[in-house]
DNA sequence: ATTTGACTAGAACACTCGTTCGTGTTACAA
DNA sequence: TTGTAACACGAACGAGTGTTCTAGTCAAAT
């Protein structure tokens, strides 16, 4: 579809609105600015626009338009909700999944984007000291039920009702996990005994 | 100044309203989701939330809610610049204002926000082990010239042109930087032979 | 006990804003 | 010419929306 004049005269606006403003223009203010006097042939372009796919409306909504490409380059990073503490120490036997998200961590595109669900996880205990992980660190997990060798994992134990951040080892029928801290054992159970819930993929201390 | 609790929620609310629909909620949208009946409260807060310096607003607009940091997120503020490696072990001279930014780390409004010319350094050497800040690392400072004891700091050695990692102490006219590696001696020098570019807000380790 | 300040409530007002409707204009094909 | 479709215009409607006013609650200070 090719844009008129006009039309390519408000696309051009209501870009430089919104990245100007932090919002977008309203019927009007686009009116104004592309000299058209009336709303309607605004909002009939504005359609135009929509069907050439270069923004969405929301209907019935003031300044409802969104500029179709400009997302993903202005919607930055992703939300990652703290589900709450995970036990390097000592296990505790809060599951994560039952604790209300109360705080969220804001973080990139560049750790997180190929994964698909991820979430964040505060340390509790120091289990894995040695692996310089700290007890109040945050463990940003990719949420899958499976790993490899070596992996650091979060590990839930249905027959204790505990979950725990251990390194993951699978040995024949049954699986070692291993914490980073010679005064801890490493825990040994039938691979039907545990089930992993997500793996590591980073690690964030906030010193402030 | 702080946030009571119906503030912080507003605020948040805002953000993720904000990143989910490309503009900014109404103060009606605001008062449902923090279960406010009354307009004029959330107005009021909303203020409070000016005061703070969170967000600005445009008088008699629609969705006149600019979140502050928002420009962090279309310019490079969010996109935190890796100048380059930092020492902690042996000091390197290579200054991490000389090496152009290869990569970028997409950091949290949350993480950075407060901050002012925040930047990350990816760590060389284990001279901050036992402070688990492990050679691969990065770290994300807040550009300052100055510090307190005991802050984890980037110093620049002017007689050594060397940049380095430590733990800062202040002793009379001299100043401390400490390892944190029991191998590693502690570097004294005259306050004027050493210039502190930032203090270490966070830790980031990638595993994956 | 009284006052002060911070905060909350509800209602009313006026302006904003998206929508719709009737009408006009122009270009192009039959 | 006639008809049709695309496009434009202006006005009006009604819901959306920011603002303001009065009043109330509560805790801390006087």
Redesign the interface.
């Known amino acids: 579809m090719e844009l008129s004049n006009r039309q390519q005269r408000m696309y051009d606006f209501i870009r430089s609105f919104t990245?100007e403003?932090?919002?977008?223009p309203?019927i009007r203010e686009i009116g104004e600015a592309a000299e058209i006097s009336s709303t309607s042939v605004v909002n009939y372009n504005l359609n135009k626009l929509v069907e050439a796919g270069l923004i969405e409306r929301?209907k019935e909504v003031?300044?409802?338009?969104?500029?179709q490409d400009a997302?993903a380059?202005?919607?930055?990073?992703r939300?990652i909700p703290i589900l709450g503490h995970i036990a390097a120490g000592q296990p505790i036997t809060v599951f994560p999944e039952s604790v209300e998200a109360a705080d969220?961590?804001?973080?990139?595109?560049?750790?997180v984007s190929r994964h698909e669900g991820v979430y964040a996880l505060r340390v509790q205990g120091d289990s894995m000291?040695d692996a310089?992980?700290?007890s109040g660190d945050l463990v940003i997990l990719?949420a899958q039920n499976t790993a490899n060798n070596g992996d650091?994992v979060a590990a839930w134990l249905p027959e204790r009702e505990e979950t725990t951040l251990k390194y993951f080892f699978r040995e024949g029928n049954s699986v070692r996990l291993q914490p980073a801290n010679a005064s801890y054992e490493p825990i040994v159970l039938p691979a039907s005994q545990v089930e992993i819930h997500g793996k590591?993929?980073?690690?964030?201390?906030?010193?402030?």
Not at 21 to 24: C, E, I, L, V
């Open positions: 990245e403003n932090q919002y977008p309203t929301n003031s300044r409802g338009i969104r500029l997302m380059r202005i919607l930055p990073g939300n969220t961590l804001d973080l990139a595109v560049d750790v000291i310089l992980v700290d990719n650091m590591v993929i980073a690690i964030v201390r906030r010193l402030d």
